[in-house]
């Protein structure tokens, strides 16, 4: 049993990112008058980060294995494209699009991934040019024009909300019954953990300590569908997201695969000796970054309902530093999908308090990159303590 | 009697957990060629480095007296002002510059910081010549042979106008020719009146050029002898590099060798991954019985670790020839992951680079090997992995409070421990221990001897290989000697001792 200093002591790195994550929420909070959590507004950070999330994700696996993509813009712009002849051009189904969308997004991380892992080209090398020629090969699937408006069947991925059958007039009750089952959902899962830990004799918080972070994380949770559920309810993206953290989780925490993973970034000698195919594992990373690329890009497209040869422009460059915010290194072998998730919704709340201030382009630039920098500097600063 | 030129007196430098030098004290006179010589981790290059400034004044105890005067160097850049120069055993010059580039890099012949490049070549021109050696200043370093590569060194060292050379294994990457040209060049320049410290392994090299030789082990002086007056046998000098009580270092041993061959090498050759005319094993044959610690000893770039990584799923050469046999069935390895089905470990001779994952905790590290063995389809069982690393922990005995720390914060003894508990979690039927000791204490060595004892009594093969021969000698049952990538002796342990070992150890094929 250890007491709070302790956790917060051992836990700096985590607690440090979901602390700022708070702080830059009350500050934009107050400096908004409050316009930052109301319920549209909380609507719209999640529809606008959902596939910078998304990104974030894939980057964050790739950054564990030690390497970097920078690519993933163009990706997503070309699968918008692709997404926008087969749709609208082809008129084909929407789910099959969004399935043939899919795979040649996988296709082309393993593209990428056989240059990397299998020629041991270095991977910025690989993903810069990457970046070129998809972004070409975007402007001509477009020739240059924008294709729209996408069928309603492919923007509820991104625009749509989740029905509510119950009719719950101004509050979306569905939601609400959402979120209840998904906080009893939690709270068997953490009751679950602590027995084990307890049986292991791992170091555990107090019982006081476990029930307050139980309850406020809870509270969160409620507090969150009830504030959705007063304007639209939960967006579907919002829970493609959901989908997407809990399932990477588990495969980094839980499996064979995301244990190999994470020793390939730490140390890819030794993992090599212990019997883990690195290469592979290089190989299959890229692909999965094709994969969530591809997806961003179908999510970015159905928002805008469009298909523009300047989309998915400088989404790397979010993705990475969400990643890096998140608590990666580039050094490989660190980091966890939802460090990536806060990263991202650091920097999407810092964009959206800011648009919301009326604060002009150039200025959010500038704000964003010393934030990035104070971030990595904070962790690095703290490591050499 | 010719006036001292450097003195260093008790010389003590510690490495956390390791005593590298204790009290060491070396007195070079003026224009002599003055050997060192010792086991590897002796202590040589940790002294050079000492005096050099590679290792800081104060991060060391003792004194060094230089030419009289007390100097207290805190980087190269003092040990050359005053024209001692050292030349380290892994070259260091630059492949891609050029030769004249390399000579005069960080003692650019410039002004105003615009590099005047025809006196830098002229000069190049001329330091080649001092070392015969005949080639354009302008050539790439990575164009010219390791042989003349090492004369580049020397040419870079005269244009500091060193007074005192010092050279760590010079002729290690050398051919015979390419060694006796540069010895000849260090009696040219004695002549001249410069000095020099020689560190090698090569016995027979330094009684034909050095004048005194000094015996380190274990981080202290041993002996030094004046070579041309006093007549010194290389057989004391050997007992003197080798020389300590073996006594109650070892564990108990309940030899349990069964008489069938569990694991055999047949006719094995292997070439430098990069150069393929390279050939860097010549038909190994060595085999190992159930139950049985078999040893290799053999000195640096003998060729031991390329032997333990090629025959581990070809994890080092591209170009491997010869046959490998377990229980008397042919086996072949595409890679690592064959190998270890096959029930073949390797213990990595350098734990932190190849054999644990550092920031990564004790836990995940012992079950990296076998993660089969705690999954489902794949999906982890962290019950049962906290309950075998904890299992473990005990087994192997690592100090650790936790088995959630991570093995950075862990001492050599326990990383160690991690990684032989990882491999013993793999359950293989051969264990290959690359120098499995080193750098760590005489109490750790002693528990992880131990568990090597476990492991053969329990028919376990174990293939220990070892630069610390009385490691060797007190754990196995049979030793291979291992000399410029040939098996030159096999040795039973009734026959076994440090000087026959170091014999056929020294031993060159080619005379």
Known sequence: MSGLKEIISNNIRRFGMIIALAGIVILFQILTNGILLTP???????????????????????????????????????????????????????????VLCLGIG???????????????????????????????????????????????????????????????????????????????IYILAELKMR????????????????????????????????????????????????????????VMNKTVVGRHIYSVGGNENAAKLSGVKTKKMKFWVFVNMGALAALSGLIFAGRLNAATPQ??????????????????????????????????????????????????????????????????????????? | MTKTILEMDNITKTFPGVKALNDVNLKVRQGEIHALIGENGAGKSTLMKVLSGVHPFGTYDGKILY???????????????????????????????????????????????????????????????????????????????????????????????????????????????DSENLLNLLLEFKKQGMTAILISHKLKELFKVSDTITVLRDGQTIATYPLKENKVSEAQIIKDMVGRDLTNLFPERYPNIKENVVFEVK?????????????????????????EIIGIAGLMGAGRTELAMSVFGRSYGKKITGQLFKN?????????????????????????????????????????????????RNVLNASKEANISEALKEQMNIKTP????????????????????????????????????????????????????????????????????PELIGMCDRIYTLSEGRITGEIQKDEANQETLMTHMTQSWRS
């Open chain 2, 67 to 177: 030419e009289g005067d007390i100097c207290e160097f805190k980087t190269i850049n003092d040990s050359e002002n005053k024209r001692i120069v050292i030349i380290h055993q892994e070259l260091a010059l630059i492949p891609e510059l050029s030769i004249a580039e390399n000579i005069f890099l960080g003692n650019e012949r410039a002004k105003k910081g615009i590099i005047n490049w025809n006196e830098t070549i002229v000069e190049t021109r001329e330091l080649l010549k001092k070392v015969g050696l005949h080639v354009d200043p302008q050539e790439t370093v990575k164009n010219i042979g390791v042989g003349q590569q090492q004369l580049v060194e020397i040419a870079k060292a005269l244009s500091k106008q060193v007074k005192l050379l010092i050279l760590d294994e010079p002729t290690a990457a050398l051919n015979e020719d």
């Open chain 1, 40 to 98: 549209l507004n909380v609507t719209n950070i999640i529809m606008q980060n959902s596939y910078i999330i998304i990104l974030a994700i894939g980057m964050m696996l790739v950054i564990i294995t030690g390497e970097i993509d920078l690519s993933v813009g163009s990706i997503a712009a070309f699968i918008g494209a692709v997404a926008g002849v087969l749709l609208v051009n082809w008129d084909l189904p929407v789910l099959l699009a969004i």
């Open chain 2, 267 to 291: 006719d094995w050759n292997v070439y430098h991954p990069l150069d393929k005319e390279r050939q860097i094993l010549h038909n190994i044959n060595l085999n190992v019985k159930e139950g």
């Open chain 2, 328 to 376: 008397g069935k042919e086996i072949v390895f595409k890679n690592v992951n064959d190998a270890i089905k096959n029930g073949i470990a390797y213990v990595s001779e350098n734990r932190k680079e190849y054999g644990l994952i550092l920031i990564d905790s004790v836990k995940k590290n012992l079950t990296l090997a076998n993660l089969k063995k705690i999954s489902n």
């Open chain 2, 402 to 469: 936790s088995v959630e720390q991570q093995t950075v914060n862990l001492s050599g003894g326990n990383q160690q421990k991690v990684v032989l508990g990882k491999w013993i979690f793999a359950e293989p039927d051969i264990l290959i221990l690359d120098e499995p000791t080193r750098g760590i204490d005489v109490g750790a060595k002693f528990e992880i001897y131990k568990i090597i004892n476990e492991l053969a009594e329990k028919g376990k093969s174990i293939i220990m290989i070892s630069s610390e021969l």
């Open chain 1, 311 to 385: 989309a998915g422009n400088l989404f790397e460059l979010d993705a990475i530093a969400a990643a890096v915010i998140g608590g990666a290194s580039f050094t490989g072998g660190v980091g966890t999908v939802f460090g990536a998730v806060i990263g991202a919704l650091v920097m999407g709340v810092l964009n959206n308090g800011m648009s919301l201030m009326g604060i002009g382009i150039d200025w959010q630039q500038a704000i964003k990159g010393l934030v990035l920098l104070a971030a990595v500097a904070f962790d690095v600063l703290n490591k050499n303590k």
């Open chain 1, 106 to 184: 996988a296709l082309i991380g393993a593209w990428q991934g056989f240059w990397v892992a299998y020629v041991n080209i270095p991977a910025f090398i690989v993903t810069l040019a990457g970046m070129l020629v998809f972004r070409g090969l975007t402007l001509i699937v477009l020739q240059g024009q924008t294709i729209a408006p996408f069928p309603d069947g492919f923007r509820s991925m991104s625009s749509a909300f989740l029905p509510d059958p119950l009719n719950g007039a101004d509050l979306h009750l569905t939601s609400l019954i959402v979120g209840g089952v998904f906080s009893l």
């Open chain 1, 195 to 250: 027995r084990t830990d307890v049986k292991y004799n791992f170091s555990t918080i107090s019982f006081p300590l476990f029930v307050l972070k139980l309850f406020f994380v809870v509270v969160l949770i409620n507090v969150f569908t009830y504030v959705l559920a007063l304007y639209a309810g939960l967006p579907i993206v919002l829970l493609i997201l959901l989908v997407l953290i809990i399932g990477y989780t588990f």
